[in-house]
Structures are given as C-alpha cells and as structure tokens.
C-alpha cells in the first residue's frame, strides 16, 4: 500500500510542477474573446490529478479494492540492470554514435544479462546494426547520430548517396 | 446500393498487387506479434509504426490496419500453445484452448481460433461497410460543441465501464489532456509547458512517442519482471484430415458465433471496452446457452470459438467510431488515428467526401485482410510453435532497438528518444500500481481535438458555456458522458450500503 501512495505522492509533485508552468499563460475566463485562456486546460486538468492523486493518497485502506501490487523483489536486480543498461546506450547515442551504442547493448543484454550462446549473440549484434543501416539509412534516409564513428561512414555514405 | 459500388471501388484499391503484397506483410507480422506473450496488438503497431515510413501513406495504414486484424487472430495460438494470452485480448482464449491443447487437441483449437476468428471478422466487417457511411453522414453535421461533447462522453465511458479504479481513471485521462497541450498554443500560439523552455517541447509531445514508451519499453520491461521462467510449448500439427474435421465442427457453432460477432462488434465501438470485455463477456454468454456448459473450462470448442470471434468483431468495431467520427474505440485506433493525421489523412467524415479512395480501399482491405490472415495463421501453424520457443531475451533485445531506433526515427531528436525512456520507466511503474494506460494513450491523442472544439465553440458563442446543453445532439452526449461518469460513484455507494447492511458484495474486475 505504501508504493501506492508513493506513485500517488509523485503525481502530485508532477501535477504541481506543471501547474507552476501553465500559469504562465492566462488560465482564467478570457472576457474579450470568449473562452478560456492559453494556460486554462493544463492548469485545470493538472488540478484534477493533484486532487484525484490526493485522495488517492488519503482514502482508506478498505475502499480500495483493486488487486494490492508487489514488486518481484527477485526480478528486480535484473529489471534495474536492463533499464541502466538502456540509459547507458541512449547517452552513448549521441557521442559514440548508434552503431557503436546499439551492438554494446546488444551483446550485453544477450550474452551477459541473457546468457546465450557467443554464436547466437554476435550474430545478432553484427546483424542487428546492418538491417537498421540498410533500413533506415539507405532506405528511408534516415541518418542516425554516429558521434565519433562519423567519418567512418563517409565511404558508406558515397555508395548509398 | 450505393455501398456496394463503393466498395467495390475500394476493391480495385486494395487488390493492387502491391497493397495485397502489403496486408499480407501486415497480417503475418501481426500474427507474430500478437503470437508472442506480452506483445500484443497495441505494441506491434506502437513499434511498427515508425517503419511504415517506408511505404506511401495510405498503404501504410492498410498496413497497420493488417497488423491489427493479424494480432487479434496470432493471440489465440500462444493462449493455446503456451497457456499464457498472447495478448490480453485473448485472454478468455485461454480457458478452454489450453485444456484442449493438454488433451491433445491443440491442433483443432488452433483452428477453431482460426476460423472463429475469420467469421468474426467478416461479419464485423460487414456490418462495418453498412454502418461506415450513414454513420459518417450523421457526423457531418457535427459542430465543435458536438465534437466536444463526443469526446468527452468517450474520455467519460473509461471512467464508467473501464472497470478501474475510477480516481485513476480520471488523473490517466487528465495527465493525457495535459500532455498534449504541450507545445504551442493552438489559438494564441504561444508556447506553454515546455518546462523550462526546452527546445525539445515546442513541438509538443508526439502519441508516437508515448506509445512507444509506455507500449514499447514500458511493457518490456513488465513483462521482463513477471516472466521468470520459460513456459512450456505444446506441439501441434495440422494434417488435412484434422482441418476438415475442424471445419465440420465449427459448422455447428454458428450460433455461438454469430452471437459473439454482434456483441464484440457493439462493445468494440465503445472506447472502454473494446476487445478483452467483450470477449469475456462473449465467453459467458456461450456457456450460458451453450447445451454443455459444464464442460466450459475443461476444453470445450465451443469456449475457444466465442471469445475468438468477439475480439476480432470487436477490433472492427472500434475502427468504426474511429474512422468515420475521428474518436478511436481502442488504444490500437488511437495509434492508427495518429498516424493518419501525422500523414495527412484526418479520419473523420470529412475522409469519406475527399478521400474515397482511400477510405473504401480500407475497408475493403479489412475483407482481403481476413482472407489472408485465416489461410496464413492456419498455414504457418508450425512455425508459431517453433517462434514461440525463441528464448524471450532475444525478442526483448531486438524489441528495445526498435524502441530506441523507431523513437528517434520520425523527428530525429535525441529529445523523443529520452522522453520514451521516461515515459516507459513511468508507464512501467504507473501500471504497476493499477493505473489504466489506454485513457492516457488515447487522451494525447484525442487532447487537441478536445482543447480545440471547447475553445472554438466558446469563441463562436461570446463565452456562452451553455452552447453545449442548447443543440439537442451535444446535449445528448454530454447527458450520457454524466451518467457514465456517476455511474461508478453511484455503484460505490450502493455496495457502500449494501455492505453496511452486511451484504457481500463483489464486482469483477474487467482488464
């Protein structure tokens, strides 16, 4: 019951942070056109959660009557370790490029965290990168961020170009 | 029978070799995903989506439209072959597939799944073509009040027959209302909420990115927590002999499955029911009337074939509202209404006057799509069993690529890709703790509309707040939007008092 209101607790703080942004716009009854201001439907809608996550926070243990959820406390060592993981390779995007970030992810996760055969998972971390590369690149022309890797594109570039 | 005209326009769009080639792509890739535990209809298009760029719009939703109807059908086989639903739509799937496939029948229940699911498809589809237009006639003449009022009676019907929590119901569909108005204001165009001036938020929050976050991601990373071990495939084969004896049985169930088309059709339309109520509710009712209902449970054929027909009736059902009015029946719409108005095509009864091509060559499509499913599912019955026995953490891998990947593809800004880390570590822990993410998905979506119509009315009418109780049609939504949203309130209080008069009183939960 405590996780409960802890999510609720965060969606208030949530909804409060965005109400301390919507009143930058008018969120009252605008006279001279009609209607409600700019800042009206995201100041009002983020008062309707801060006051919903308020009760939800408040209402007696017994009314509430949906399943009470638990965390499997033994699958959580691995679910923390994969969502590291992927904020690791979306910061890697950018400075290491998408065809370094992606295979590290990928043997990590199939190898290390996965457990599989080497054959099975490099052949997926070699595959993986080139599918994407003739899909989104060659095809659709689509450039991923490549950071450093850049110039080693360049000849790929030539041939698809 | 100015219909039949039409659809047979639609035909000569979408029997063109290329968009055939296209819906038979699109109902093998959805019958895989729907296949697979944890993925289901909702994920393969939040994934998929990204990649249609690669084929001319309208092809694109037939596309997605096919992935749909594949995962409706793909869902049966692992709620038979593994005893886990392949999807939640399949859920009631598993109550006598499972059983017949430990009796050895998993090869009859896979076409019984197969072919229910084919009937409950055409005849959908068929009431589909009738209602389509009429229906779309009838929303010509809508106003913004009237859209306004149609939106909220939809926003209204979660909180009344979603069958959550109600207090979660409501800060879901809110915290989708506030997300979207992210970005520029529609009106005075000014900037709001973009926290801090980040330049990431001018363009707003896009559905694609929520979707692949909480739908993508977010249901990775669930289903890595409550998958711990590898389940058990059955093996099954199909002979001919085994297909006929099938059919021949099905033959006898015709009432069991015309019933469930009707009803998942109906229930499909309503944007908080949809497919896995209604065949739930399909379920009950052919055990109910069936002649043997008390084996129900324990591998009856008519068990797999009520729930199989309903869900794809259903999943035609909320195409319904969602092309002819623009209100998605089903967090699956909701995603194929973003993506048509990402490429221009804004559903609604509009797309029936300036885009008939395009409009009937769907529908028709839907025909060609059950075709095409129920001869692909049943002919590719052995390599579902050899699919399902890949090792999950594979699936998981290629699937986090595709969400980084496909996250970043349509705007190109590192920005999206963190937002759907976000937005899945949060739909993740949201879902969690009981909270419903279809409101959420389908409140983005349907937000500016919302914001929109509420804001033009006002201005149309000098701020007169009564312009939504004076048209008779508005007020009729609107009416109905308040009776939905009492309903759970006046529920609670009449258990409340029951309980206080010690009557035990319990109300399933429906998810």
Known sequence: ?161 | MEVLSLLADGFATSLSPFNLFIVIIGVTAGLFIGAMPGLGSVNGVAIVLPLTFIVPPSSAIILLAAIYYGAMYGGAVSSILLGIPGASTAVATTFDGRPMAQKGQAGLALIAAAVASFVGGTISVILFTLFAAPLADIALSFGPAEEFALVLLAFTTFVGLGGDDSLKTIIMICLGLALSTVGLDLISGQPRLIFGDMPGFYSGISFLVLAIGTYGLGEILYTIETSKTAPKVTNARITFAELGAGLKRMNSLWKTMSLGSLLGFFVGMLPAAGATPAALMSYGIAKQTSKTSDTFGKGNIEGVAAPETANNAASTGSLLPMLTLGIPGSPTTALLLGGMVMWGLVPGPMLFIEQPDFVWGLISSLYTANFAAVAVNIALIPVFVWALRMPFTVLCALVLVLCIVGGFAPSQKMHDVWLIFAFGVGGYLLRKADYPLAPLVLALVLGPLMEKSFRQTLIAEQGNILAFVERPLSATFIGLAILFFVMPFLVAFVTGAKERLHVPSKRPKIN
Not at chain 1, 56 to 61: D, K, L, T
Not at chain 1, 112 to 132: E, N, Q, R
Request: charged share 10%.
């Open chain 1, 1 to 161: 019951m405590l996780l409960d209101k802890v999510i609720a607790g965060a969606l208030v703080l949530l909804s409060a942070y965005m109400m301390s942004h919507a009143i930058l716009l008018p969120i009252g009854w605008n006279g001279e056109t009609g209607g409600p201001g700019g800042g009206a439907f995201p100041f009002w809608c983020s008062l309707i959660i801060l006051i919903c996550a308020v009760f939800v926070i408040f209402r007696p243990a017994r009314s509430y009557e949906a399943d009470q959820f638990t965390f499997d406390r033994e699958m959580m060592g691995p679910l923390i370790q994969v969502i590291i993981a992927i904020a690791i390779t979306i910061a890697l995007i950018p400075t290491a490029g998408a065809y370094v970030a992606i295979p590290l992810f990928l043997f990590w996760y199939l190898k290390i965290y996965g457990k599989h055969s080497w054959t099975l998972a490099l052949s997926i971390t070699v595959l993986t990168p080139i599918v994407v590369f003739f899909f989104f690149e060659a095809t659709l022309k689509i450039l991923l961020p490549k950071g450093v890797t850049e110039p080693f594109f360049f000849p790929l570039y030539a041939m698809f170009f």
